[in-house]
């Protein structure tokens, strides 16, 4: 099977959102990630997609921006593949890629976060040669 990893434009960014909303649990209503989405292209974002011919199987945001202790930076985010599609070796594919196309731009280094009890993306993302450097913390105001 050939899968197509490319960049959404920002007037596709709805098509995502199905995805978004799958990895959130429903804990985020599909109108609030569209007006969050609608924001969003304002800002240093971008969305790369992983199509299985015209179906987005997966999803990844990618955050640009300058960090005093890495230079130019790229954070993924909402990185999500369908479950179906998991552990086929495409999740490897697509950091490759987007790996490639964020050297291409400049960037130095990436990073993310993964929550605490998702250990399956810890694996992956240590076989991928990210290391820990700290704790992500979060407080709602």
Same mark, same amino acid.
């Given at each position: 099977?050939?899968?197509?990893?490319?960049?959404?434009?920002?007037?596709?960014?709805?098509?995502?959102?199905?995805?978004?909303?799958?990895?959130?649990?429903?804990?985020?209503?599909? =109108?609030?990630?569209?007006?969050?989405?609608? @924001?969003?292209?304002?800002?240093?974002?971008?969305? =790369?997609?992983?199509?299985?011919?015209?179906?987005?199987?997966?999803?990844?945001?990618?955050?640009?921006?300058?960090?005093?202790?890495?230079?130019?930076?790229? @954070?993924?985010?909402?990185?999500?593949?369908?479950?179906? #599609?998991?552990?086929?070796?495409?999740?490897?594919?697509?950091?490759?890629?987007?790996?490639?196309?964020?050297? @291409?731009?400049?960037?130095?280094?990436?990073?993310?976060?993964? #929550?605490?009890?998702?250990?399956?993306?810890?694996? $992956?993302?240590?076989?991928?040669?990210? @290391?820990?450097?700290?704790?992500?913390? $979060?407080?709602?105001?």
């Amino acid at each position: 099977m050939s899968y197509q990893f490319k960049i959404i434009s920002n007037e596709n960014l709805g098509s995502v959102i199905p995805l978004v909303f799958e990895l959130n649990e429903g804990r985020v209503s599909k =109108a609030v990630l569209k007006s969050r989405f609608d @924001e969003m292209k304002l800002q240093n974002y971008e969305c =790369a997609v992983i199509f299985d011919a015209d179906d987005i199987i997966g999803v990844s945001g990618l955050w640009f921006s300058t960090r005093h202790y890495s230079g130019k930076s790229v @954070e993924l985010d909402h990185v999500y593949i369908k479950p179906e #599609y998991r552990n086929k070796g495409i999740g490897k594919q697509f950091m490759d890629w987007i790996y490639a196309y964020v050297k @291409e731009k400049g960037c130095n280094s990436m990073e993310l976060n993964t #929550y605490v009890q998702n250990y399956p993306s810890h694996k $992956f993302y240590y076989n991928e040669g990210y @290391e820990i450097w700290g704790y992500h913390f $979060f407080k709602n105001i």
